[in-house]
Structures are given as structure tokens and as C-alpha cells.
């Protein structure tokens, strides 16, 4: 079976693409957010829509559905550096990260402030190790933390974070969790297809989500090492480890977009040069911007800056009305704009936070997109210098 | 206004706005829909842990979907709990009967949502009241709605010359069955939502209840006293009680109805009479809003129409301005229940032209002396 839709561009690769449901009309600059559907993605997709068994019956029908499920984990595990069997579907990078967390067998937990809610939620009475004003976790804080902490004791640190895109130290961070005999949960939801994503580097357990890279929503997965008490429990599902039906489809094009990653890892040099060049028009637009993270290792697409007495709803609105697609921080599905506790963790002050914006780009992404947002932008630059 | 202005519109997630925003969108104007997030549902009705964005604001977003404009959600909530809900506590406790409405339209809407209204480029800002703005010789008029029952006007004399440029009312030319005719027409999920009822923040009606969390110091119990001097009784605290209130006072065995007269905070006492001891002929306004001719009403008196309630029909009074934004009202005939920290807004026939705001010492003079504020409880 396959979706009867016409593709509006093909043969050139998805570099030079837009997403086949783009709305041609707009820019989209919130990839943190989502990301658009990867053609190669879509057509994965479609082709499985025909394999509609249940993955755990035993006839032809179940072990269709059940080959498909099985081809993505271990398209996904090549791709992080994990074995297949490591690999647990969920429902998302959320109830990836309640998983890990909850699953786990911890008398303690360190986490990042700068943390996904997920985690944070996950974590009551967690110890909090802050970040520098780059935004990058306090290691001294966190060896503080170790000392004293009882075992068996989980440190969470992510791989980049969703909202300033700077990148934290794993490498220092398992270094010294293994030193004090922790383990270490990495939510790397932000970071795959961006920067290289690798399990083996000593990390317990890894958080992953589809739809950051081009698959379908509503599907994601836990890389796990070691004994998980299942927090969703019923059928024998995912080695026991996570209870219900798969969700055949959505892991399908978890599969193929993760086959992509390569190629968006390629692209990334180009998302750059695009990044820098928005930062630089935005710094000349408003020398008072203030742009987070500037000064540490950033994920190449995001870029997150505030625009002194201009709340960042106004910019978001503002913008959107001028149709380009931007968000104040993590996208935030209530009315409440609290200021981004990422950005509060960093020091910054929450009038200031309450101005801040997030712009996130990706492979569709264009100069002229860039253009447009600088000029929908600029003039609340102006308004607010003047 | 040319079509292609575009108007922002305050939309609550009730038919009034909704219908409102449709009725502009199809008159081919370029919509923004914004929805004011102004308090915690759950916090007010003390309920379990609710979601933050609350039913309305799921109506308003449907809404705007099907209409298909823009909308947004604009958080206020700062700015709602320290001007609108903090302010009418404390006049509560100071033993006001404030309408917390008229704040909401000065501060959060005809201000906050104004200025986002300007930031995005907007000509215009509609709200869904029922009143008219008329455009005059001397700029827009400001003028009852067509339907007396649906009047807004009372919440809405608070409103500034400047402020008025600005807005618009659509609905203000229509009756209610009107408009809900027209949520229909325009397939409107809410079209048939009930009316909201009360304050927003106090849905039960029970604003004792919320005073007591806004300020859980303010209740302080004291005397039920009457007018002769008499204490008739005890009471739990003076947010209990409001002037003209007769039902629920707590002290029987009198010949004749009893009405709260006055609350007196300091003394935490509740002076209580005969309805006759609430006829007032005069009283003093403050923070006056002027919508007529001139500065303000005249210093020889301005022969205007007020009300003192929103559900009481207008009646004969002339206003005396006086400096510092007050003015002095005397009633052609006497008036039951003159009470502080309600409204009096000046009518010209149909036009409004702006009011003021029931000083809190109405009617002190008219008590007892030994019952005045600040005279020795021993006195009582």
C-alpha cells in the first residue's frame, strides 16, 4: 500500500527538499520543536501502511508487522551506537526519560537543571547541579553531588539542550560518575542528526525521539543496559520492558529517518553557515541582543536570543503573523509563559528570560529563509531601540 | 477602516467574543484572535491541579480554528492578581462592595491587550461587550447598547477617550438572541454556551471564600450594631457583608427587616437599620472618568442621568465636578443603598459620559454619632 500523494519535487535528495507537507507559503524555524516529515520517511511509511498485524501474532500476517518493528530497531541501533536489543519503543522522548528514570533501581538521582520537564518531573527530590552562564552543567557541582550521594545513584545529564542547543560534556560527565560508581541516563532527544550520537560512550542509558529527525510523532525509544521494572506493564511487549501493542507504523519511521542520519549529519556544515548568518544579522539588527550560549559548543541549528523589553509572545506572535514559525523556548502547549528555567539555571534574570526567543533550523531550511525572518524581526529590534 | 485593517479581538471563549471575531472575519477584516490567561481555574474553585489553560481557552482556540484566524494566548496573570484580584480584596476588607469587571477593563484589557493589540500591527482592538461607540463630531462617543437588558455600558465607564479610538464593539447594535443567531449561522460551537455568570475568579459566587485565600489575615469577628446603638449580635468577620445586603445578616427578633447600613473595618463592626436609614440624597465619587464636553462635569452642577448598580435603570441626578477628580452627585430623589466601591456612571440619554467611583464614607454622616468611625467602642 503506498499514499496516494503527489510529490512536489523529487530525484535532487532532501537536502534541497522541502518536506512533502510543507507549507511552501511559510518559513519554519522551530526544528527543536519538530521537524518536517522526511520524504524518505514518508515513503517508508506509506509502503508499510499494508502490514497491519498485530507484531506479536504468530501468522504471516503478526510476523510481517513483526519483521518491519525489527528492521527499525536495528536501523536505529546502527545508528547509536547501541545493540538492537538494548532498544525499548515508547511513546516518545518523555516517556523514554519517565522510563529510564523511573525504571530504574535508584536510592538517588543528580540532574541538570537545565533538563527536559521529563526528566525534572521524574526526579522528585533529585539533587539540582546548576550551569554555567554558557549553559553548560557544573561539573564541580556534580563531584560535590557524588560524594555524598547514596548508591546505587543515577546521574541525567542531556546530550544538547532543546533550548540554547549548547552541548554538555558526556565525555567528563561519565568520566566522573564511573569514578564514584553512578550510572548515567543521557537524553540525546535533541541531539541526534545533529551532532554524532554514540551509546557506547560509557552511558547507561539514552533517551531518543522520532519526530526530531523526520519520523512521525508519537514514537521514541529508550536505549537501556541492565534490569528496567516496566512503568506501562500488561503484555510481554519489548522483552517485557514496556507493555502494548507497537506502534507499527510510527516505528517504522523511526527506522528510516534514523537511516538518514548520516546525511543530516552531512548537512550540518550548510545548517551552520545558515545559523551563523542569522546570528550575525540579528547582532546587527539589535547590538543589545543578548545570544545564549555563544561562547560554548552549540548544536549547529539553534540559536536563542532575547530582545531587551520585547516578550518573546510578542516576537512569536509577531512573527508567526508574518508567517515565519519561531518559539518562545521549548514549545509550550498551556496559556502560562513561565520564563525558560534553562535560561534561569544559566543565571540570566527572568525579565530578561521573559524576552528570549528560540530559533532552530534544519534541512529545509534556505538563505531566503533567513531573510525572511530578519526582515519580520527587525523592525521590533528598532521599535525596541528607539 | 479599510477591510483589510486588522483587529485584533479579545476573545473570552463565550459566544459574545467568538461571535464577535467571526462576524469581523466575514466582513473580510484581517483577524488576530488573543485569549487573556488571568488566573489559575484550578487555584480559584479549589479544585484538584487542573490544567493551566482552561476550558475557555480550549473554546476560543476552537473557535478560531473554525473561523480560521490566528489566536493566541496572552498570559496576564501577573498583572490580574495584583490590579484586579488583590485590589478587590483589599476593598472588600476595607468594607467596599468593589466590580472587579471595571478594573479588568482599565488595567489587563483596555491596557495590556491594547498595547499587544498595537505590537502586532493592529488597527483596531473588538471586544465582545454590548455597548455602542458612535463616531462624533469630537471623536468616538460612547453609548448604551441597543439592548437595554444586555447593556455593558455600567463596566465599561472606566473606558478613556484615547482608549476608545481604539476599540471597537460590533455587537453593541444587536440583542443577544442576535448574536446567538449568529453563532449558528456561523457554526459555532458556543453558540449556545451559557452566559457567564458572577466574577470570572469567583465562579461559585462565594467571595468570602476567595477574599479569605487572597488575604487569609482579613477576617476579623466583631459587633452586628444597630442604628439606635443597640449590639444585636456577632459576626465572623466584615467581608461577610456588603450595604443593602438584607438576607443572611444573623440577628432576628426585630420588629421590622433589617439592612446593612455601613461596614466599619477598623472597628470590625457592621452597623445594621431599617431601610429607611439607607436612603442616601448625596454622595462624593472619586477617580472620575470624563466622556462629555470639557475637562470634567461642571462646577455648577451637570444635569446628567447615573446609575448606581448595573441592573438599575438610570435615574435624575446633577454632578457637581470638584478638583482632584472627584465630583459631588445629588440625587433628584433619594436612593436605597449608595454603596462604596460601586460605580456611578453618568448618562446623557443614551450616550455615556464617563463616571466615577462611590466613595467608601457614604453615608457616615448620617449615623449616629457614637457610631461614627473612630468614636470610643465604649460609647456603643
Given at each position: 500500500m503506498s499514499c496516494d500523494r503527489p510529490k512536489n519535487a523529487s530525484g535532487t535528495g532532501f537536502l534541497v527538499l522541502k518536506a512533502p507537507m510543507a507549507d511552501t507559503a511559510r518559513t519554519y524555524l522551530d526544528y527543536n520543536a519538530t521537524a518536517p516529515l522526511l520524504p524518505q520517511v514518508e515513503a517508508a511509511v506509506c509502503e508499510s501502511l499494508?502490514?497491519?498485524?498485530?507484531?506479536?501474532?504468530?501468522h504471516g500476517s503478526g510476523r510481517g508487522a513483526r519483521a518491519l518493528v525489527e528492521d527499525a530497531r536495528e536501523h536505529i541501533a546502527a545508528h547509536t551506537g547501541a545493540s538492537a536489543a538494548e532498544i525499548i519503543f515508547t511513546s516518545g522522548g518523555t516517556e523514554a526519560n519517565v522510563l529510564a528514570l523511573k525504571g530504574g533501581n535508584y536510592a538517588s538521582m543528580i540532574v541538570a537543571g537545565i533538563e527536559h520537564a521529563s526528566v525534572l518531573a521524574s526526579a522528585p527530590g533529585a539533587v539540582i547541579i546548576g550551569a554555567t552562564a554558557q549553559g553548560i552543567v557544573d561539573l564541580n557541582a556534580l563531584e560535590d553531588a557524588l560524594k555524598s550521594a547514596p548508591r546505587p545513584v543515577l546521574v541525567a545529564v542531556m546530550l544538547a539542550n532543546n533550548e540554547t542547543g549548547v552541548l554538555q560534556p558526556l565525555d567528563a560527565v561519565v568520566a566522573l560518575a564511573k569514578s564514584y560508581g553512578a550510572f548515567v541516563h543521557c537524553d540525546a532527544v535533541q541531539a541526534l542528526g545533529k551532532v554524532p550520537v554514540d551509546f557506547s560512550a560509557g552511558m547507561d542509558s539514552m533517551s531518543l525521539s522520532a519526530h526530531k529527525i523526520g519520523g512521525l510523532k508519537g514514537v521514541g525509544a529508550l536505549i537501556f543496559r541492565g534490569d528496567l521494572n516496566a512503568?506501562?506493564?500488561?503484555?510481554?511487549?519489548?522483552r517485557r520492558r514496556r507493555a502494548g501493542t507497537e506502534n507499527v507504523v510510527g516505528i517504522v519511521s523511526f527506522g528510516a529517518a534514523a537511516r538518514e542520519v548520516p546525511r543530516l549529519l552531512a548537512d550540518i556544515p550548510r545548517v551552520r553557515a545558515l545559523r551563523d548568518s542569522l546570528e550575525s544579522k540579528v547582532r546587527a539588527a539589535a547590538p543589545q541582543a543578548n545570544i545564549y550560549g555563544e561562547g560554548a559548543a552549540r548544536l549547529a541549528n539553534t540559536s536563542c536570543f532575547s530582545l531587551a523589553n520585547v516578550s518573546s509572545e510578542t516576537q512569536v506572535m509577531r512573527l508567526d503573523l508574518a508567517g515565519v514559525s519561531i518559539s518562545a523556548g521549548s514549545a509550550c502547549s498551556s496559556g502560562k509563559i513561565a520564563p525558560s528555567h534553562v535560561l534561569l539555571a544559566m543565571g540570566v534574570n527572568a525579565a530578561e528570560a521573559k524576552t528570549a526567543v528560540r530559533v532552530s533550523l534544519g534541512w529545509t531550511t534556505a538563505e531566503a529563509d533567513i531573510t525572511r525572518f530578519i526582515e519580520a524581526w527587525q523592525p521590533l529590534a528598532f521599535n525596541a531601540a528607539a | 477602516m479599510s477591510a483589510k485593517s486588522r483587529i485584533v479581538v479579545a476573545m473570552s471563549g463565550g459566544v459574545d467574543s467568538s461571535v464577535t471575531a467571526a462576524l469581523l472575519h466575514s466582513q473580510g477584516y484581517d483577524v488576530v484572535g488573543l485569549t487573556m490567561q488571568l488566573y489559575d481555574h484550578g487555584a480559584a474553585t479549589a479544585k484538584?491541579?487542573?490544567?493551566?489553560?482552561g476550558q475557555d481557552i480550549y473554546d476560543a482556540r476552537r473557535v478560531a480554528d473554525r473561523i480560521g484566524i490566528p489566536h493566541y494566548v496572552v498570559d496576564y496573570e501577573t498583572n490580574f492578581k495584583s490590579e484586579v484580584m488583590d485590589r478587590f480584596a483589599d476593598s472588600y476588607i476595607r468594607g467596599e462592595t468593589p466590580v472587579p469587571c471595571v478594573l479588568c477593563n482599565q488595567t489587563v484589557k483596555f491596557r495590556d491587550l491594547l498595547k499587544a493589540a498595537k505590537d502586532l500591527g493592529a488597527d483596531a482592538l473588538a471586544t465582545g461587550h454590548y455597548v455602542q461607540r458612535i463616531e462624533g463630531a469630537n471623536g468616538a462617543e460612547l453609548h448604551r447598547a441597543v439592548d437595554p437588558d444586555r447593556d455593558q455600558s455600567y463596566f465599561l465607564f472606566a473606558t478613556t477617550q484615547a482608549q476608545l479610538d481604539f476599540v471597537r464593539f460590533p455587537l453593541g447594535g444587536l440583542t443577544k438572541p442576535e448574536a446567538r443567531a449568529l453563532g449558528v449561522q456561523f457554526g459555532l460551537h458556543v453558540a449556545e454556551k451559557p452566559d457567564s455568570q458572577d466574577i470570572c475568579f469567583v465562579p461559585n459566587g462565594r467571595y468570602a471564600d476567595v477574599i479569605q485565600k487572597l488575604r487569609p489575615d482579613a477576617a476579623n469577628p466583631g459587633d452586628i450594631v444597630h442604628v439606635d446603638g443597640r449590639v444585636l449580635g456577632r459576626h465572623t468577620g466584615v467581608i461577610n457583608f456588603t450595604v443593602g445586603q438584607r438576607r443572611g445578616i444573623g440577628v432576628g427578633g426585630e420588629a421590622e427587616p433589617l439592612y446593612v447600613v455601613h461596614v466599619d473595618p477598623e472597628n470590625a463592626r457592621v452597623i445594621v437599620g431599617p431601610k429607611e436609614t439607607l436612603l442616601r440624597n448625596a454622595f462624593e465619587i472619586h477617580s472620575v472618568n470624563w466622556l462629555g464636553a470639557g475637562q470634567g462635569p461642571s462646577e455648577d452642577g451637570a444635569p446628567l442621568h447615573v446609575k448606581l448598580r448595573n441592573t438599575q435603570p438610570p435615574m435624575a441626578a446633577t454632578v457637581f465636578g470638584e478638583a482632584g477628580g472627584k465630583a459631588r452627585v445629588v440625587l433628584a430623589e433619594a436612593e436605597a443603598a449608595v454603596t462604596p466601591g460601586q460605580a456611578c456612571v453618568f448618562y446623557d440619554g443614551e450616550r455615556v459620559f464617563g463616571g466615577g467611583w462611590i466613595a467608601r464614607?457614604?453615608?457616615?454622616?448620617?449615623?449616629?454619632h457614637n457610631l461614627r468611625r473612630g468614636a470610643a467602642a465604649s460609647a456603643v
Open positions: 499494508g502490514a497491519f498485524g498485530n507484531p506479536s501474532s504468530v512503568q506501562i506493564t500488561g503484555g510481554g511487549q519489548e | 484538584s491541579k487542573t490544567c493551566c489553560a464614607d457614604v453615608g457616615i454622616a448620617h449615623l449616629p
